[in-house]
């Protein structure tokens, strides 16, 4: 047994560690944002191969964060940690010296396999030990916060590099910090894991990655070039036979990577689809205002301080998401979060492409930045504590490949919707194409809310399951039939 499981409450250093391997994951998940246009000029793409720069990350993110969940819990979570930590820096290596957008994709690619062991293990090792809801819930909201940190971080780190060097610098410059987080996780962090009832699937691992891997591909190929195409027809049909393929060996698995059970809590399922529906809605509207910038000509550093309104001030909250979650219940910080999700993406749809200043867009930039730090929060923790009798590794994983599934998709959802509405290739007229994307990004978000509002329920507002007491022992004076 190790040190953890004997302890409760999760360490300072673990949780040390755990934030720092968070902000890593989200520092090389945006890093591509304010240089979308620099790397769209430099290597004159279309915007299918431009798409797949942050989709070559997003998939493996998507895909793999079950396998890690479970890796974690079997073999520990301090390793798999370590592990994501120094495959984000090779990959950051790779994309960094990339001549061609095919060694880019490739270093994109790679990277997100490291960022898929980073997420779900971050907040598993953040929360394993965690004694009661509230703990639990804060831990979540530490995480949550270092989340938006690393956003800002990355945005405003790799703009440096490219604004003094060019834009391999902000790849490259991402691989030293991965390796400070690997060192914090080696120093700091305590090793936690749950093997009991946790076993190498293998037929439910390759499944599962097949079913994901054809199901996004397809999606993502399907809205950015032609459904017709044969790669499309060829994906999305294996992906449904893999799919189902997963879902029977999973049924019949005494140790399954992911309990079917578990959908039967309507706090966790309600959750589960609101991180599904509330990332693609956020991550849609990040692309969008990405691209507005760059049809604004906006320099990566000027550009990246839109990112900062968007997720540096609301961290100001953080410290407040526990005793908000205590007080109001997860059920209306998800609902509200939502609903500011949508007026913020409404209100950015309707600002003309004339509006360069910070100050005409800090006001939806702030409502869907406070929007989404409840969002995540409330949904992960609510997740979290509804099925804390599972392994948090499992729980932590399903909840992470959500919002995963959800993030990949955004992009390509808004960029398809964008160039079918978009007839001539002026700004002007593309951004009105955009902007519909973000009208269909507000209304994924209000249909989210009012789904939470009716059917989620607070893990702690169901009964407890009756205690086992057992048969008092016969009496010797009682009267016998």
């Known amino acids: 047994m190790n040190r953890s499981s004997r302890r409760a409450g999760v360490s300072p250093g673990t949780l040390f560690a755990a934030c720092a391997a968070i902000v890593i994951a989200q520092v090389a998940t945006v890093v591509p944002a304010p240089i979308v246009g620099i790397i769209r000029q430099a290597h004159g793409l279309d915007n299918m191969a431009l798409a797949w720069v942050t989709s070559a990350f997003l998939l493996p993110t998507a895909v793999l964060a079950l396998t890690f969940g479970l890796l974690g819990d079997r073999f520990g979570r301090k390793y798999v940690l370590m592990a994501g930590a120094a495959v984000v820096a090779v990959g950051e290596i790779i994309a ?6 095919h060694q880019l994709w490739i270093g994109q690619a790679v990277t997100g396999v490291g960022a898929g062991a980073l997420i779900p293990t971050s907040l598993a090792i953040a929360v394993a030990g965690a004694p009661t809801a509230l703990s639990r819930s804060r831990g979540v909201a530490t995480w949550t916060m270092a989340m938006s940190l690393g956003t800002m971080i990355g945005v405003l780190y790799g703009s440096a590099l490219n604004e003094y060097f060019s834009w391999h610098a902000s790849f490259y410059g991402v691989a030293p910090l991965a390796l400070v987080s690997l060192v914090i996780t080696t120093v700091c962090a305590e090793d936690s894991r749950e093997a009991r009832g946790r076993a190498l699937d293998w037929p439910g691992q390759i499944s599962l990655v097949v079913g994901l891997t054809c199901l996004l591909y397809g999606l993502v190929q399907g809205m950015g070039s032609s459904w017709k195409s044969p790669s499309v027809l060829v994906a999305l049909p294996v992906a449904a036979v893999a799919l189902l393929v997963f ?6 698995s ?3 990577m992911l309990r079917f059970d578990l959908f039967r809590d309507p706090a966790f399922a309600t959750a589960t689809v609101a991180a599904v529906i509330g990332m693609f809605s956020f991550l849609g509207s990040v692309y969008a205002l990405s691209i507005r910038l760059g049809f604004q000509q906006q320099s990566a550093t000027d550009s990246a301080v839109f990112f900062v309104v968007l997720q540096g001030l609301p961290c100001l909250l953080g410290p407040a998401l526990p005793r908000l979650m205590d007080q109001l219940g997860a059920r209306l910080l998800i609902t509200g979060g939502l609903a500011l999700l949508a007026a913020g993406e409404i209100w950015l749809a309707f600002v003309p492409l004339s ?18 730090l409840f969002v995540v929060s409330a949904l992960t923790a609510a997740a979290l504590n509804s099925a804390a009798g599972h392994s948090t590794g499992m729980t932590s994983a399903a909840v992470s490949a959500a919002r995963n599934i959800g993030t990949c998709l955004g992009p390509a959802v808004v960029g398809a919707v964008a160039l079918h509405n978009a007839s001539v ?4 007229h593309l951004w009105d194409g955009y902007a519909t994307g973000l009208l269909v990004c507000a209304a994924a978000s209000v249909m989210a809310a009012f789904a939470t509002l009716v059917w989620f329920r607070e893990p702690g507002a169901r009964p407890e399951p009756p205690r086992y007491r057992p048969p008092s022992p016969p009496q010797p004076w009682a009267r016998r039939p």
Do not use: Q, W
């Open 355 to 372: 509006r360069t200043s910070l100050v005409s867009l800090t006001g939806p930039l702030l409502l869907e930045g406070v929007g989404f």
């Open 247 to 252: 879902a029977a060996v999973e049924s019949r």
């Open 254 to 256: 005494g140790a399954p």
């Open 425 to 428: 290739a002026r700004p002007d």
């Open 96 to 101: 960094g010296a990339a001549d061609g957008v």
